[in-house]
Each structure stands twice: as C-alpha cells, then as structure tokens.
C-alpha cells in the first residue's frame, strides 16, 4: 500500500484545541526552557481551562499533520506593533519547513490587524532559531542586553526587529 506524505495545515488555534495545544506547550517547555519566558513548572499543574482561555485571548496558530499538532506560532498584537513567542516545532518535524509555513501566515494575519513592525527576543546561544529568524527577515536590534535565568545560568537575549 502507498502511504501519501500528509499535508501540512496552518490554523488558528481554538479553544476545543486546549488538550492539544497544553501537550504541545508543555512539551517544548519542558525539552527548550532557554526558548521561552514561561517555564515547564508555571504551566505544568494548571487545568485545561487555562490552556483554553489562552487561546481565546490571543492569535496562536497551530501547523497541524492531519490531526497531529506539530507546531505552533503566537502573535501578541499591541497597537500598530507585534510580538512573536510559542515558537515551537516538534523536535521529529524539523528542519521541513514548518516554521517558515508558520511565519507566512501570521506574517499575513499581523499585516491584516494593522501592525508595522514585528518583534521577538532570542537567547543568543539559540542557533536554530536565530538563523530561522534571520531567514525570514528580521535582523538584530542593538546588543544582547536582558537575561534570562534558566538551570542556574543567566542566558543572553537578542532583540530582533522587522518591518511590516
Ligand atoms: C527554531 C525552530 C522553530 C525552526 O523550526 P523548523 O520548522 O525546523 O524550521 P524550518 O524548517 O522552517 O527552517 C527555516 C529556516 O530556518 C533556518 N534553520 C532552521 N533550523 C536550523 C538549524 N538547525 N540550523 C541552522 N539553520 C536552521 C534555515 O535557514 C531554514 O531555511 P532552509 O531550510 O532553507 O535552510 C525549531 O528548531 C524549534 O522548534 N526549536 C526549539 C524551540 C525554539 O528554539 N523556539 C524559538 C524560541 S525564540
């Protein structure tokens, strides 16, 4: 039998997506602490309902593999600025181009709500995801300046910055 490679779909996330979206969350809280300012141990014991409430309170966009959710992407919009956290893809879906499928699209939604410039900070031995960034157009902004404490060591955050 012919197994058919399955298309990759790009969605904003819902608040009947909650279970998915806390094992996805708490997955790459867990496995990249130097990626995110939430940690493992803020989320882990909370009830689904907050998961919910997360998604209904902002845009997250989830790359799903039929129904497997294998990545998603968070836009907090402030006025005419954006920023973007929950940048996570599934550690066996990388390097595939999800990431970039991902930016597309909320590239596309930070367009439509009006925001002109894009913004994200980075811990600066984080190299995937700084040559990701890069890749798609945003460049640094100014020295690596805040740190983000995590196993006992304080990490450096890089600032990145893109017109819209
Ligand atoms: C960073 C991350 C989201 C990239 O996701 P991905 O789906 O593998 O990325 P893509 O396949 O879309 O790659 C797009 C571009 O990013 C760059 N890139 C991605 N992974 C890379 C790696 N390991 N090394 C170097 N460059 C990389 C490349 O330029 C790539 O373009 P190319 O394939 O044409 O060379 C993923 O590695 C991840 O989830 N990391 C852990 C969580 C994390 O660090 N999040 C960011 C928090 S700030």
Redesign the pocket.
């Known amino acids: 039998m012919i197994r058919w490679p399955l298309r990759l779909r790009i969605r904003r996330l819902v608040a009947d997506d909650a279970a998915l979206w806390r094992d996805l969350r708490l997955e790459?809280l867990a496995n990249?602490p130097e990626?995110?300012g939430a940690t493992h141990d803020d989320w882990a014991g909370r009830p689904l309902t907050d998961f919910a409430e997360s998604l209904g309170a902002g845009c997250i966009l989830g790359a799903f593999k039929g129904d497997a959710l294998v990545?998603s992407m968070a836009l907090d919009a402030s006025d005419s600025r954006g920023e973007i956290t929950a940048?996570?893809?599934r550690a066996d879906?990388?390097?595939?181009?999800?990431?970039?499928?991902l930016f597309k699209v909320l590239r596309r939604e930070a367009r439509g709500s009006g925001i002109q410039c894009l913004s994200?900070?980075?811990?600066e031995t984080?190299?995937?995801?700084l040559?990701?960034y890069e890749?798609v157009g945003f460049h640094p902004t100014g020295q690596p300046s805040r740190a983000l404490a995590r196993d006992g060591r304080l990490l450096n955050l890089l600032t990145m910055t893109m017109a819209l």
Not at 120 to 123: D, E, M, Q, S
């Open positions: 790459a990249h990626a995110h990545g940048v996570y893809v879906q990388r390097n595939k181009g999800i990431a970039r499928r994200l900070t980075v811990a984080n190299l995937p995801a040559r990701f890749s």
